[in-house]
């Protein structure tokens, strides 16, 4: 066996999405604050999930929704993040073999239910986000595979697990892990609120443990608290070897040490649903640099997958992406 089996491996909060559309006045009217992620506990999740008559159920989350990606085009991957050995974290495992994503972990046996989130999708394809992370959050330094971390050419961290000290524990070794076997190390913001609440660890976890840094505009100057991207790419300096900055109809900005590149967002028809385009906008920047690609390169394979995400509903890809590089 390779020394490297897998391309990358993500370790984040493992969630079964559900997806939904609905109208402007029913998002004012459910008291939901449009265009952001909120966490939300094991009642309101209930309450809000009775609302929802059309829904579409996937395995997801922002790391599994790139490992999905990253499978699709033809790369090899590992997913840690934190299931109960119920209905739904079983189908959340079953689906991540089945698209070829290696599940290194065992099921909870105790303690909360599988995390969900619900995603309601307006008709300007802006998404809200309320998530119960359930048992997700509970992931620790023990439930890192070194071996597994050691075998992949990058560790892709998720910034929504970042809310418990165990879970930044978990963060820290994966990295040190990844580092002492000669690999790379990514981190993704995920959101701009994340990213408020943990400002100064996030710049300590850059400056310290990543080589590898994905935002999109609203994160990376929210983190250095500017009001510019321009400002923001200054404060980041050369903290990181690649930075990838999406900007939404804009495209996004690759960043290399002392280089700038932008570059364009790929055609699409109709953007039906936003829901994953920076997951899968992740995967094929990975997958790029995995595959001998130079960062430029990786941006654009990263925005043919982001237009593929963003014409259709939910956050994983219907074409094969493979077919699209």
Known sequence: ????????????????????????????????????????????????????????????????????????????????????????????????????????MRPAVEGPSTARCLVFVTPDAERTMQTYLGVSIYLNVDD????????????????????????????????ELAHFAGRKVALTLSDPFCVERHRKECENLIASHVDILFANQDEITGLFEVTSLEYAIGALGNSVEVAAITRGEKGSVIKMLDEVVEIPPAP????????????????????????????????????LCAAEIISHYGARPIAVLSNLV
């Open 144 to 175: 890192i595979d070194p071996e597994t971390i050691g075998s992949s050419k990058i560790t892709y961290l998720e910034g929504y697990l970042f809310d418990r000290d165990e879970a930044k524990e978990a963060f820290i070794k994966a990295a």
């Open 268 to 303: 699409v028809d109709k953007v039906v649903d936003t829901t994953g385009a920076g997951d899968l906008f992740a995967a094929g920047v990975l997958f790029g640099l995995t595959h001998g690609f130079d960062a430029p390169e990786a941006g654009r394979i990263g925005s």
């Open 1 to 104: 066996m390779s020394d490297t089996p897998f391309d990358v491996t993500g370790v984040g909060n493992a969630i079964v999405d559900v997806i939904t559309s609905i109208e402007e006045s029913e998002l004012v009217r459910l008291g939901l604050n449009k265009g952001t992620m909120t966490l939300i506990n094991d009642e309101q999740a209930a309450k809000l999930y009775q609302t929802i008559t059309n829904g579409v159920e996937t395995s997801g989350g922002s790391a599994a929704n790139t490992m999905a990606g990253i499978a699709s085009l033809g790369g090899q991957g590992a997913y840690f993040g934190k299931v109960t050995d119920d209905v739904l974290g079983r189908s959340f495992v079953e689906d991540l073999n089945k698209i070829g994503v290696i599940y290194p």
